[in-house]
T-cell receptor, first 116, second 111 residues
Framework: NAGVTQTPKFQVLKTGQSMTLQCAQD?????MYWYRQDPGMGLRLIYY???????DKGEVPNGYNVSRLNKREFSLRLESAAPSQTSVYFC???????????????FGEGSRLTVL | DAKTTQPNSMESNEEEPVHLPCNHS???????IHWYRQLPSQGPEYVIH???SNVNNRMASLAIAEDRKSSTLILHRATLRDAAVYYC????????????FGQGTTLQVKP
């Protein structure tokens, strides 16, 4: 199994350009997440999708849009990239265990985005 | 959302035990305590979780205070490969999904 796959792994954009980060998971997980990590910082939640068909804002949603295309895929779009969005972006998925009321996150390898 | 507080950094010597603390004074009764770690240039990975009782697995142990306002991740014998950022986060009850990471603790392991 591939787990959580992110594309692209690296991208350089100019200010004002748009792009979409793709994320797919093959573990049949209900929940999916997008985080960003700036150099030397912790992870900050951008958006999440608790289940197919729903999306919600996280800590830092401004400047981003998301689409939960189906159960497997969760994309993150930058409509007009800004230098402040230079970061490493991580996608994650999680299975929710109703009996245990918990579930661990599985992360992708990250997408490194530079906005000039 | 309940928050966690961790020291920014800690040091350990190889082969010695490491105790990584986490404070979560506003934890609710149904919040699970989860620990993740992030090795250099990788995404975070799950380490361990617990609710009230202490937990052990092949990677680490989790000691939870009786009032649940703090917890400690214990690495019994640190190796150089354990050098990473360790995050303590709270999973709320149900599938609400909003999982917030703090700054984490950067663990340095000296040979």
């Amino acid at each position: 199994n591939a787990g959580v796959t992110q594309t692209p792994k690296f991208q350089v954009l100019k200010t004002g350009q748009s792009m979409t980060l793709q994320c797919a998971q093959d573990m049949n997980h209900n929940s999916m997440y997008w985080y960003r990590q700036d150099p030397g910082m912790g992870l900050r939640l951008i958006y999440y999708s608790a289940s197919e068909g729903t999306t919600d804002k996280g800590e830092v949603p401004n400047g981003y849009n998301v689409s939960r295309l189906n159960k497997r895929e969760f994309s993150l779009r930058l409509e007009s990239a800004a230098p402040s969005q230079t970061s490493v972006y991580f996608c994650a998925s999680r299975a929710y265990d109703r009996l245990l009321n918990t579930g661990e996150l599985f992360f992708g390898e990250g997408s490194r985005l530079t906005v000039l | 959302d309940a928050k966690t507080t961790q020291p920014n950094s800690m040091e350990s010597n190889e082969e010695e035990p490491v105790h990584l603390p986490c404070n979560h004074s506003t934890i609710s009764g149904t919040d699970y305590i989860h620990w993740y770690r992030q090795l250099p240039s990788q995404g975070p990975e799950y380490v361990i979780h617990g609710l009230t009782s202490n937990v052990n697995n092949r990677m680490a142990s989790l000691a939870i205070a009786e009032d649940r306002k703090s917890s400690t991740l214990i690495l019994h014998r640190a190796t150089l490969r354990d050098a990473a950022v360790y995050y303590c986060i709270l999973h709320g009850s149900g599938n609400t999904g909003k999982l917030i990471f703090g700054q984490g603790t950067t663990l340095q392991v000296k040979p």
